[in-house]
């Protein structure tokens, strides 16, 4: 058993769950998506300056899917409606 | 595609067009044929409309289910909107902002559909494509609008 911290340790705020937050939006890779065309959506949709937006769909192109945003199942939903609005492959699920 | 094609920035935020006359009438038609097939009672289950209208989560068919009782109606009547907009301003010389989104969501829900139909994957052999009478048009169709939403993704300003 380890001995007691002398101090507390403060949590790391990536590491905090938020119990009201526990769904995220995946975009999966696919053939026929243009990586252009992707990157424009996610710059539209999220506001994402166009650097993180290209490497958003790096990711999604090089690692197979990504995360794009989290939240809410409601607007979780929704992202995942603008999504499919948009042609891309777009799932949500619990933040596991 | 032809050399005459342009697309490029307005300074409104939308873009200038300068597109030959021929390709203007396939782009009015292939909007047209997108509309038919999202109402198209016999096309609901096939590939190409599957692949417009994924489901919303990979292992939970309930939830899937669920989005699409929740967003189908607004997402079908979305891709029915941009279609028209493209029928509708098919020979303009310029797009203002909404009809560019408008533009960009059609043409690539036809991509969509026309490249599921030809199964296109990461190592695609397009020459083969272009060389089988089957999948000829298809393919040539594809390709020019792969340019276009290429040009347009450029062009448009995404702010």
Known sequence: MSTAPTTIEEPDVDEVVEPDVPWIVIVWNDPINLMSYVTWVFQKLFGFPREKAEQLMWDVHTKGKAVVANGPRERCEAYVGALHGYGLWATLQRDR | MSRRTRITSAGDGGVDLRLDPELRELLASLAGQLSDLIDDPEAQDGPGLARLFPPASMDDPLEALGFEQLMGDALRAGKRESAAVVRATAHATHLDPEQTLAWMRCLNDVRIVLGTRLDIADDTD??????????????????????????????????
């Open chain 2, 126 to 159: 397009f020459e083969e494509l272009f060389r089988d009478p089957l999948t000829e048009q298809a393919a040539v169709m594809y390709a020019a609008l792969t340019e276009l939403v290429e040009m347009l993704s450029l062009a448009a300003d995404p702010r």
